[in-house]
């Protein structure tokens, strides 16, 4: 990666066309979202985890998480506590929250119209390697990184209207 290339946070459609949502976010929250992935343990609390003991020990739970708007190319999201409690938060904390917690992330569809991207993938056991090659998922990643690479966030708008 070059060293004024940020992170790309892909957030996959799950329902109808499958669309992916692009989101750049930075080196540390890359990496926290890598370690989460990768079910590190951290030898202390992160934020991470240290957000969800607070809300923990208050008597509350993380219900979902919601990317819910992009203003100027800022995505915002909101972690919903209780089904009812919304509090702002960065995608990228947002969402290592949930993957710390186990919680959906769920995506307003006007967000997924304005900036999703629709990539062509013909079913799920290729997203899931039992039929695309290690270095065929390679190359396709790395294509759709050379589209980003590219791309500026008028890309990323609907058409006018």
């Known amino acids: 990666m070059s060293p004024d290339a940020a992170p790309v946070m892909l957030l996959r459609e799950t329902v109808d066309s499958r669309r992916w949502l692009p989101i750049v976010i930075g080196v540390p929250e890359a990496e926290v979202l890598v370690a989460l992935l990768e079910k590190v343990e951290p030898a202390r609390p992160s934020t991470v985890d240290l957000v969800g003991l607070v809300i923990d020990k208050l008597g509350h739970a993380v219900s979902r998480v919601e990317v819910t708007d992009l203003r100027e190319g800022i995505f915002v999201a909101d972690l919903v506590v209780d089904d009812r409690l919304r509090i702002s938060a960065r ?6 929250i ?15 119209d304005e900036a999703s991207v629709d990539l062509e993938v013909s079913d799920d056991s290729e997203i899931e390697g039992s039929s695309l090659t290690f270095q ?8 759709f990184r050379a589209f980003l690479d590219e791309a500026s966030p008028e890309d ?6």
Do not use: K
């Open 156 to 161: 990323f708008r609907g058409p006018p209207g």
């Open 91 to 96: 995608p990228s904390d947002a969402i290592a």
């Open 98 to 112: 949930a993957l710390r917690t186990g919680v959906p992330v769920e995506v307003d569809n006007g967000v997924l």
């Open 136 to 143: 065929d998922q390679e190359h396709t990643v790395e294509e």
